[in-house]
C-alpha cells in the first residue's frame, strides 16, 4: 500500500508520553516515598492510611485513564467519583499543595518528559486537585 494510503496512527496520549504502564508505576512509587519521607508532606501524608500500597495501586488505575490509557479504576474499582470519595478527609489549599508539590517531585525525580510536558501535566492536577478542597471556608469559589 502506498504510504499516503496508510492509516493514520493515533496521536500519543499523556499516558504514552509518560512512558506508560512501568513509568506511571515508577513515578507512583516514588511519589509516595517522598510523602513517607518528606516532613514537608506530612499534612497531606496524615489523611492517608499506614500502609500506602493501596493508595499506590489506586493513584496508579486512577492515572492510568485519566492520562489516556487503560480505564484500570474504572474497570477494577468502579467509577472514580474523586469529589466524593475524598470527602471524610479535609482537604484544604495546603493539603492540595502539598500533594502537588509531592507529585511534582516525583515527576522530576523520574524524569517524566521535558519541562514543558511536566508543566502542562502539573496544570491539569493542579485543577483536580483544587477540586479536591473541601474544608469549610477553604473550597473551591471561597478564594
Known sequence: MPESEAHPSRAPTPYDLIGGDEALRRVVERFYALMDEAPEFYGVRRLHPG???????KLRYLLSG??????????????????????????????????????????????????????????????????????????PGDG
Open 66 to 139: 485519566w492520562l489516556g490509557g487503560p480505564a484500570l479504576y474504572a474497570e477494577r474499582i468502579g467509577p472514580p467519583m474523586l469529589r466524593a470519595r475524598h470527602l471524610p478527609f479535609s482537604i484544604g489549599k495546603a493539603e492540595r499543595d502539598q500533594w502537588l508539590a509531592c507529585m511534582r517531585q516525583a515527576l522530576e525525580d523520574c524524569g517524566v518528559g521535558p519541562p514543558e510536558f511536566r508543566e502542562w501535566l502539573m496544570q491539569q492536577l493542579f485543577g483536580t486537585a483544587d477540586w479536591m478542597r473541601n474544608r469549610p471556608g477553604d473550597m
Open 51 to 57: 500502609d500506602l500500597s493501596g493508595s499506590a495501586t
